[in-house]
Each structure stands twice: as structure tokens, then as C-alpha cells.
């Protein structure tokens, strides 16, 4: 099955100056209500070679995987294989089109075997249609002996493997289905140094196999190690692309940073006091370690690095939502130990989530009891919630917000995406916080809205409330933050004041580029 | 919206209510006499009062499957107290049944809470050890009205206002619950710890205590009611309420409680527990086999899912939906 793949895609690897791409995808554009993913974009793939898609978060990638993959429909552009347009208008089809994605967290069945989840949905059939066991689980030895993996048993359940056996039973799989087109969305980001070597070895063999490779991911070293050619993306538009050992580390990072500047933000004077925040060798067993840092009165502190640098988890300890191992916290010089947000609540941190769907409005209650939820302790009296009173509470702050809505009475998930976050961000505020943390302010609302959102943190830290705002966007870090703090890997990198700082020198410390 | 949605639903299950008596009194007018009424309401008073307490523990996403064998343990154990102690006041007795039964159901709470056992697996577990335990108090023997006190019985048939004692322990316990769900932080959170956990517990919600404290609930319900069947039937026995906890479900799902956890008002319970009760009084009125009846009131629970079903579709955006999904 396998051999007749490398007979028929196989291509010189070198030797033709310009090699037909494999699969090309030109002017592909995508909205979503209120933003836009992805802007007549690009993207080639050739036969044996690996292209990495560079790019910040938001910038599209996930878009154009989920494009290339079936799941969604680009509203403009064209999709060809081998020279001929195709459409794509579900998984199904991109499957047929021999495309197969692997994703950071496998999409496999941790209750099939090995041979199953590689035969899945086109499992050799026998006698009366029934499944051909043995020639499944031969097949299945055959696909992961040629793949240099001989050593994982067809017969072994899936969840009894490791993070990167699993990453090789997704591509054994897309091996079967004859694949010619594979995508990598962050593969390494949950595997060891060992493992990551083990998956370069296996996107070696898939490109000695003809397959064409697109491999994203953050992290440099890797992208330089493996990949051939690289297209880098930003704010959903194609900003370059070419061959990477043509290409200096700087010259991408460049590309990825540079923009033109569409956004303004609020000017202010910062009056910034004393320490209110302290936080000192705050560590949790698995997600960060030894990370201090010090947030001063009327002040935004501003935290970048890269998705899973542990970020959001130091803000959720620091607001009582996980435990840590060490550290120790202290507001206005009480020392503090929040157990529960609750705890954190009362003491006036409160961190504003990033999923507002998911962590932040309770759709089904109307919007006034969304505002008062951390606060029903405070506004009932011997355990009898006051009725006027939690509807004056909900009035000023939706009022200071500027909240479109025609009645508090009105079930919140019939607002907009920036109404729900202006009634997340009144629901906070209502409790009457010292340290407000905001995870990721602005992601997914439109551009309207990010701005009334910038506005009115000026707006908190001019009252002397003091701000930590998680952030993957730079412009938003480097627009609204009067110190900006970096983590990589679950450490504090550095703590920057934001004066004269630019982008490259964010992104390098991110990424861990040595300079 | 969907807060409105439930409203509604309130309004037309009590318009069907109020058809189906209609239509009974074409035929036997007497059906639809005040005072026959009143006798349904008292009937199914006991049901009031249990789909109260499941309707807490369903709106935080659990179920109570134990609510029956908790009742019959209790009863059980009071009617044995009142054999052996005839001199024990009957109030401190309910008071005893309400702790007993609270106590049990703190144990289904505290293995759903500190364990996170899914709640059905739980209180499958406990509706058996519940049962057995009635076996084990009672070494399989009946109480029966002769080792009864006389307070024991008459308490909850005596008359009051002009409504039997019985059905005011209902009209207490809906106000009860009601100025609950609407009037306290505990109400508040019961909601929102349905319809949103992570949200909640962002807000400093404690959803696993709010869990507890729901089961909690529907146990005290659960006790009090096991006076009230073994007062009213004059019989404790292993057997009694024997499937119950079947009916206690379909009341509030049939009274618009989605399973799915967060919606739900206690007009709608008592109104699907009445529902039941009208049906029950009727088909024996027009002539139709207590067999019937078991069709009928299943029916209705797959009529009311579906309604539910697509009153909440339409409640929701899809976006959400999707996200909570995931």
C-alpha cells in the first residue's frame, strides 16, 4: 500500500531548480463575525521537502489547518492538488485528498489498539465484509517496521503509550490512508528532548517517503533543524516565504513583528506608587517555578511569552485557583495565601479569564446576576440576598462600562461578544478589586472593542487600581504595559521597563533566541 | 431568555393541567370540585415535597436515585422510635427524620464532593445500601398502626385553615424552597454552578460544596417524607416507595428541570409533580387501567424531554454551545 505511495509521489529532491508544489493554496480568505482570520494568503507545499508556518498567535495558522483540513470553508480562494483545483468541504474529503494533520494533542482512540486506531475507518475487509484481523494487525506491523518503529505491538492498547508512540501511530495511520500531505501543529510542544528527536527522525523518513510536511511550530531550533523552506504569517495576511537557509533567525523574527500601525492606544500618565503586589518564588510542581516579581500601585504589568509558558498558571495560583508547592504572596505587606478564589476575592485580586465563553459569563442568567456573582456574599444580609441592591450593583457598573443592553433582566447570552466581556469585566469590578489580572483582554473581539477595552484599563489604573495583563499580542504588551514581564518554559525570563523596548527583543527572549 | 422560555413552559403545563380536569368534568363533574381538588393536591403533597429536593440536586448537574430508600429507611427508623418510645413528641420526631435523612444524604454528597464519583453512580450505590439497611433496622419486620401512637397518625391528617395538616407541610416546603432559590446566595450559586462550573468557581463559587449541600437537601426532603408515608400509609415496611424515585425524576423533568444541570423553578416542579397527580386521580374516574396510567405519565416525560430539548437549542447561541463542548 505504502510502497506504491513512494513510486507515485517521489520526486528528485534535488537537482529541478523549481519543483511543482504538491499541494498550493492561493488567495484563501476567512472571517469570522467581527474579525478576519485570514486575508488572501498563500501557501506551497512540495513533495519531500518540510515548510515551516511561522507566525504570533492569532496571526491565522490554526485557521488555515482547519482550511486545509476540511473543517472550515474559506470564504474566497483556491485549494489545488498536483496542479488541479480541489474542494474540500469536509474532513472526509480532505482525507480522500490523502491530507492528514497531527495535532499537539493526538486525536486517536485511547481504547483501540494500535492496529485499530491505524486501520480505523479502512480496515482491510475479508470473508462476508467481516474485518481481516490478521491482515490488519500484519499491515500494521509492516506500515510501523518501515517507519523505523517496529517496536510498538499492533495489539497494545493506545493508552498505554507515551505522548510520542502516539505521535507515530497518527503517522503509521496517515501512512495507510496513503497521505502524501502532513501536518504538524506544534507537535513537540508536550514531548521530552529524547522524543523530539525520535519525531525529527520520523519527518526525515516521511520526507525520504515524498510526503510533503507542514510543521508548525514556536520554537527556532526546531524550525532550523528540521524544516526546508518556512512562510511566515502575521495578523492573517502571507508576509514572506522562501528557503530557510537563505533566511537569518532576525530576518523572521522581523517578519513576524513588523507592522503597520493600525492601533492606537490610550495615552496616559502612569502615577505610580509603592508596592502593592509581591510575589516571591512562587513554584507548582509541573507548571512554573520560582517566579517573583513585584506589581506597583497604578500601575499595568504587562506579561508576554509564547502559549504554554505558564503564564495564565502563575496568575491562577496568584488569584487562589491552584495550589503551588513554594512561594510566598503578600498584598500592601500582608502576607496572603489564598486556598479559593473566594479567598482571593475577599483579600481583591480577581482574575479575569480568557475563555469567556467557557469561564466567565453564565449564560442562562440574565445580566445582572452575572455582575453580582462574586459579590452575593457581600450584598446579602444573614444569608438573604437584597434585591434593590443587587440590581444598583449591577446598574452602576454597567453603566460605568457603557453596556448596550435593553434590560439588566436580559439573558447575557444574548449580548455580543463585547458586551459579554464588558459584563465579565463589570462583574470584576463590582467586587471592588486592588489587583485586577486580565488574561488576554482582547483576544477574539474586533477592533472597536479592543480599543474601549484599552480605554478603560487606562481608565482603572488612573484610579489607582493596579493592573496584570497577560497578553500574546505585542502591540497590545508593548501599547498599554509600563513593565513588561517575559516567561519562557514555566520561568520568569526578565522584567523589562517599557521604555524604548521593541518587539525583536520581546520575541527573542520568548523564544529563547540567544543574542 | 431562557429564564422566559421557562416561564412559559410553567403556563402551559398548567394550561394542560387545567384541560385535562376540564375534560374529565364533561364526563364526572365531581372531578373538578374544589374539594376534589384539594384531595389530589393532598395526595401528591409527598411528591411536592421530594421533586423540590431533586430538583436541587438536578439543577447542579447531579441526580438523586437514593431519594426513596432514604425516605423508607427513615420512616422505617421513626416508626420503630415511636413503637419503642410512644411518649417522644411527634415535632422532635420530624426533626429526627429530617437530621436522619440529611445525614445520608451528606454521605451521597460527601462521596460526590471529596471522591468526584459521577452522582448516579453514587446514589445507585446508596439506593441499595439504603434498603438493606431498612432490612437490617427492622430485621425484615413490618410497623404496622397498632405499634403506633395515635399522635403519630392523626398529626398529618388533622385539619388546619381549612386545608388538611398535610398538604401544608407542601405549601411550607414550596415556600421554603422558593424564598431558597430566589433569595439567597445558596440559590444563586445551585444556578450557576449548573450552567457554568468553571465560571463558578472563578466567581468563588464552591461547586463541590454547593453539590454537597444539594444532596444535603434532598435528603432532609427525603427524611421528612419518610414520616409523612409511614404516618399517612400507617405501614413501615422495607418495601416502601419501592421505585419512587422514578416518579420523584419524572415530576421535575415533566415540570421542565433539564437534566443537563441550571434550569429549572420550583413552580415548574410542583407543577409536573401535579401533573402526575391529576393524571393518576383522572384515569381511574374515567375507567382506565392503572396500566394505562404507567404509559401515559412515560409518555409525558419523553413529550416534556423533547420540549426541553428544544427549548433549550433555541435558549443557547450555537457559538457557546460549541465552546462548552470543547
Known amino acids: 500500500m505504502m510502497h506504491a505511495t513512494v513510486e507515485s509521489s517521489a520526486r528528485p529532491a534535488s537537482g529541478e531548480a523549481r519543483a511543482r508544489p504538491l499541494l498550493s493554496l492561493s488567495g484563501i480568505s476567512k472571517s469570522f463575525p467581527g474579525v478576519r482570520a485570514l486575508n488572501e494568503v498563500s501557501l506551497s507545499l512540495y513533495p519531500g521537502k518540510v515548510t515551516a508556518l511561522i507566525g504570533e498567535n492569532g496571526a491565522g495558522k490554526s485557521t488555515l489547518v482547519k482550511i486545509m483540513t476540511g473543517i472550515y470553508q474559506p470564504d474566497a480562494g483556491e485549494i489545488a492538488i498536483d496542479g488541479a483545483v480541489v474542494e474540500l468541504p469536509g474532513a472526509h474529503a480532505a482525507f480522500e485528498q490523502g491530507i492528514t494533520a497531527i495535532h499537539q494533542e493526538t486525536v486517536l482512540f485511547d481504547h483501540l489498539t494500535v492496529a485499530e486506531n491505524i486501520f480505523l475507518g479502512h480496515a482491510p475487509r475479508g470473508f462476508l465484509g467481516l474485518i481481516d484481523w490478521s491482515r490488519m494487525r500484519r499491515e500494521a506491523r509492516e506500515v510501523l517496521e518501515a517507519m523505523g518503529a517496529g517496536h510498538i505491538d499492533p495489539d497494545t492498547f493506545l493508552r498505554d503509550l507515551g505522548i510520542a508512540s502516539k505521535h507515530l501511530v497518527a503517522v503509521a495511520r496517515a501512512m495507510s490512508i496513503d497521505a502524501r500531505i502532513v501536518i504538524m501543529d506544534e507537535p513537540t510542544a508536550a514531548l521530552s528532548t529524547k522524543e523530539i528527536e525520535e519525531l525529527f527522525l520520523l519527518i526525515e523518513f516521511l520526507k525520504s517517503e515524498g510526503k510533503a510536511v507542514l510543521f508548525i511550530s514556536h520554537k527556532f531550533d526546531e524550525i532550523y533543524r528540521i524544516a526546508d523552506n518556512y512562510t511566515v504569517f502575521r495578523d492573517g495576511e502571507m508576509v514572506g516565504e522562501g ?18 500601525v493600525d492601533q492606537i492606544f490610550p495615552a496616559r500618565t502612569p502615577n505610580i506608587g509603592g508596592p502593592l503586589l509581591t510575589v516571591s518564588g512562587l513554584s507548582h510542581p509541573t507548571e512554573f517555578d520560582n517566579v517573583s516579581f513585584e506589581l506597583r500601585e497604578g500601575e499595568i504589568l504587562g506579561f508576554y511569552g509564547l502559549v504554554g509558558a505558564g503564564r495564565s498558571e502563575v496568575m491562577q495560583a ?49 445580566i445582572f446576576q452575572n455582575v453580582s456573582l462574586p459579590s452575593l456574599g457581600r450584598i446579602s444580609k444573614s444569608g438573604v440576598l437584597r434585591l434593590a441592591e443587587e440590581f444598583a450593583l449591577a446598574r452602576t457598573y454597567t453603566e460605568r462600562l457603557d453596556l448596550r443592553a435593553a434590560s439588566l433582566s436580559q439573558d447575557v447570552s444574548t449580548l455580543s461578544g463585547g458586551n459579554q466581556q464588558k459584563v465579565v469585566i463589570a462583574k470584576w469590578l463590582a467586587t471592588k478589586p486592588r489587583v485586577i489580572i486580565l488574561d488576554e483582554p482582547t483576544k477574539g473581539i474586533d477592533i472597536g472593542s479592543k480599543a474601549a477595552v484599552h480605554e478603560f484599563m487606562a481608565e482603572l489604573v488612573a484610579d489607582g487600581l493596579s493592573v496584570i495583563m497577560v497578553s500574546s499580542e505585542l502591540p497590545e504588551i508593548l501599547g498599554m504595559s509600563d513593565r513588561i514581564a517575559i516567561m519562557r518554559e514555566g520561568c520568569m525570563v526578565a522584567i523589562h521597563d517599557n521604555r524604548g523596548l521593541d518587539a525583536e527583543t520581546l520575541v527573542r527572549a520568548a523564544a529563547g533566541i540567544g543574542s | 431568555m431562557i429564564r422566559s422560555l421557562a416561564r412559559q413552559r410553567e403556563i402551559w403545563l398548567a394550561a394542560a393541567i387545567a384541560l385535562l380536569i ?20 393532598n395526595d401528591y403533597s409527598i411528591l411536592i415535597i421530594l421533586a423540590l429536593g431533586q430538583m436541587v440536586v438536578i439543577l447542579t448537574r447531579s441526580i438523586d436515585l437514593s431519594m426513596a430508600a432514604n425516605l423508607a429507611f427513615t420512616g422505617m427508623v421513626v416508626a420503630m422510635t415511636n413503637a419503642a418510645f410512644p411518649t417522644i413528641p411527634i415535632p422532635l420526631l420530624i426533626v429526627m427524620a429530617m437530621a436522619i435523612g440529611a445525614t445520608l444524604g451528606a454521605f451521597n454528597g460527601v462521596l460526590v464532593w471529596k471522591l468526584g464519583i459521577p452522582p448516579i453512580v453514587v ?13 437490617v433496622v427492622s430485621g425484615g419486620a413490618w410497623v404496622n398502626a397498632d405499634r403506633m401512637s395515635a399522635a403519630f397518625i392523626s398529626l398529618q391528617r388533622g385539619w388546619f385553615l381549612g386545608l388538611p395538616v398535610l398538604s401544608w407541610f407542601a405549601i411550607a416546603a414550596i415556600i421554603a424552597f422558593y424564598l431558597m432559590m430566589t433569595r439567597t446566595p445558596f440559590g444563586r450559586a445551585l444556578y450557576a454552578t449548573g ?11 464552591d461547586v463541590g460544596r454547593t453539590k454537597f449541600l444539594a444532596f444535603c437537601i434532598s435528603g432532609m426532603v427525603s427524611g421528612l417524607a419518610g414520616y409523612l408515608w409511614v404516618s399517612r400509609y ?24 433539564s437534566i443537563a444541570g441550571g434550569i429549572g423553578t420550583v413552580g415548574g416542579a410542583v407543577l409536573g409533580a401535579l401533573f402526575l397527580g391529576v393524571i393518576g386521580a383522572a384515569l381511574p374516574v374515567i375507567n382506565v387501567s392503572p396500566f394505562w396510567q404507567l404509559a401515559i405519565s412515560g409518555s409525558a416525560i419523553i413529550l416534556a424531554v423533547i420540549l426541553n430539548a428544544r427549548g433549550e437549542k433555541r435558549g443557547g447561541r450555537i457559538i457557546l454551545k460549541k465552546a462548552e463542548a470543547t
Open chain 1, 318 to 366: 496568584v488569584a487562589g485557583l491552584t495550589r503551588t508547592s513554594s512561594g510566598t504572596m503578600a498584598l500592601a505587606g500582608e502576607t496572603i495565601a489564598p486556598q479559593s478564589a473566594a479567598d482571593a476575592i475577599a483579600a481583591g485580586i480577581v482574575y479575569v479569564p480568557e475563555e469567556r465563553a467557557r469561564q466567565g459569563v453564565v449564560a442562562g442568567l440574565p
Open chain 2, 123 to 135: 446514589t445507585l450505590g446508596t439506593l441499595t445500601v439504603f434498603r438493606g439497611m431498612t432490612f
Open chain 2, 195 to 205: 450552567v457554568n462550573p468553571t465560571a463558578s468557581v472563578y466567581a468563588g463559587i
Open chain 1, 243 to 260: 528557503a530557510l537557509a537563505q533566511t537569518s533567525q532576525d530576518a523572521i523574527v522581523r517578519m513576524m513583528v513588523g507592522r503597520a
Open chain 2, 22 to 41: 376540564g375534560f374529565v368534568a364533561i364526563r364526572f363533574p365531581a372531578f373538578a370540585r374544589p374539594a376534589n381538588l384539594m384531595s389530589v393536591f
Open chain 2, 234 to 257: 400507617v405501614i413501615a415496611s422495607t418495601e416502601v416507595a419501592n421505585g419512587y424515585e422514578l416518579q420523584i425524576i419524572a415530576a421535575c423533568v415533566i415540570g421542565g428541570v
